[in-house]
């Protein structure tokens, strides 16, 4: 049996390599967008502070708060999209492969 830290697979499944670079592609692109929000929500915590202190103006609060959303939104999509493949893949297997899903990954 192959194991990998977010998929199991049963051995000799026919989208098997394909299914570990997904996945590693995924783990890849994460790290990206999740970098991408924290650095939004930091953006938005300076914002907020400088308004407070009357050295911002309210325009550039409200951009920082459409970065953050932006930033959310481009991350569910990438969770989304790789959801997608990776069930695409799975059916293009004809459902030879049994694949269980970590449900704690994001």
Do not use: W
Request: aromatic residues 6%.
């Amino acid at each position: 049996m192959v194991t990998h830290p977010s998929i199991l697979l049963i051995e000799d499944s026919p989208g098997e390599c394909e299914l570990f670079r997904l996945a590693l592609v995924q783990a890849c692109l994460n790290v990206a967008l999740y970098t991408e929000v924290k650095t939004a929500h930091e953006s938005l915590h300076l914002a907020k502070q400088r308004y407070k202190l009357g050295l911002g103006r309210v325009v550039e609060l409200i951009q920082s708060e459409v970065a953050v959303t932006a930033a959310e939104t481009r991350l569910a999509e990438a969770q989304y999209d790789y959801k997608i493949a990776e069930v695409t893949l799975a059916y293009s297997a004809g459902g030879r492969s049994q694949i269980e899903i970590d449900s704690t990954i994001r």
